[in-house]
């Protein structure tokens, strides 16, 4: 029985066993696994708005204006008698998918800079010193100047915080390139004749996902709260869509007599962003190539 139990375990494909090992130290971690339940069920909520809650997030009842949390309008009613719940799991679609749309553009152009930057190293000092000079600005600064110079809209959003992101992100994925284009493996490829666009796609690049993918989570976070900056200030998803920044904007002014209309999105930025960020941080740790030598 042993014998049978050690030549199926011989047999099984190595993909398999490391697929089923990076499973058990994600599901072991605490921090992946808490911010992985708390971006889930936001996520969860956010896709099952209309499940929730019946109301109109647009929906306007002079009657009900300024309910308190209560049966039927769970998070209390705004200024106009807009439903809160509503208005935040709606909200939550349009920041989600700015962020979404974010982390898809870093990954893109911030894979193809940093692989040009780090494997041709008579472009790095050029794409480089283009990163640095956008990183000198503080990120929020430069996106509010961007969505300034362009026009206030979620595309304007998504753009200036691409480009506020993309540096960072290219910065990375070259500092993994920089390192693993020197391995033993990496110069047998060259050898052995193989063209730079098959040795930086087939053997370079996959072995960068993992600081990749954990830039990407810390992105989405810095992602979200942007947005909400820009949204308060009038430069990101305009007055009439509901959004996590629009509301706490709308919110600040009846703080007095309705505190929950900027405590409620405020909480829901916050749980999102601490998700995201435990999330990044548990992934940092299941994807270290120190933990897989440990366990």
């Not at 909480?267 to 960020?277: D, F, H, Q, S, Y």
């Amino acid at each position: 029985m042993t014998a049978t139990i050690q030549v199926e375990r011989h047999l099984a494909p190595a993909r398999f066993v490391h697929t089923r090992a990076l499973l058990r130290r994600m599901l072991t971690n605490r921090s992946f696994a808490i911010g992985g339940a708390i971006f889930l069920l936001i996520c969860l909520a956010t896709v099952l708005a209309p499940l929730i809650t019946a109301n109109d997030p647009n929906a306007l009842s002079v009657r009900n204006r300024f309910k308190p949390p209560q049966p039927g309008f769970l998070l209390g009613t705004d200024n106009l008698g807009r439903d809160m719940l509503a208005r935040v799991l709606y909200g939550a679609q349009l920041s989600l998918s700015i962020g979404f749309a974010v982390v898809m553009l870093n990954g893109l152009f911030g894979v193809i800079l940093g692989a040009v930057a780090g494997y041709y190293r008579r472009l790095d000092d050029i794409l480089m010193r283009i990163a640095d000079a956008l990183m000198a600005f503080p990120a929020v600064l430069l996106a509010i100047g961007i969505s300034a110079a362009l026009g206030p809209s979620p595309v304007t959003a998504i753009v200036a915080l691409a480009v506020v992101y993309i540096p960072r992100t290219a910065r990375v994925v070259r500092a993994s390139i920089l390192v693993i284009r020197e391995l033993d493996y990496v110069q047998a490829a060259r050898a052995a004749g193989a063209t730079d666009r098959r040795i930086l796609w087939h053997h370079i690049l996959p072995n960068c996902m993992a600081p990749l993918i954990v830039q990407l989570s810390f992105v989405f976070a810095y992602a979200i709260l942007s947005e909400a900056v820009l949204s308060f200030l009038g430069l990101g998803a305009p007055p009439t869509v509901p959004s996590w920044g629009v509301l706490i904007a709308e919110g600040r002014a009846f703080m007095r007599e309705a505190a929950w209309l900027t405590v409620v999105p405020g909480v829901a930025i916050a749980l999102t962003v601490l998700g995201l960020n435990l999330l990044g941080d548990g992934l940092r740790d299941v994807l270290d190539p120190r933990m897989k030598v440990e366990q």
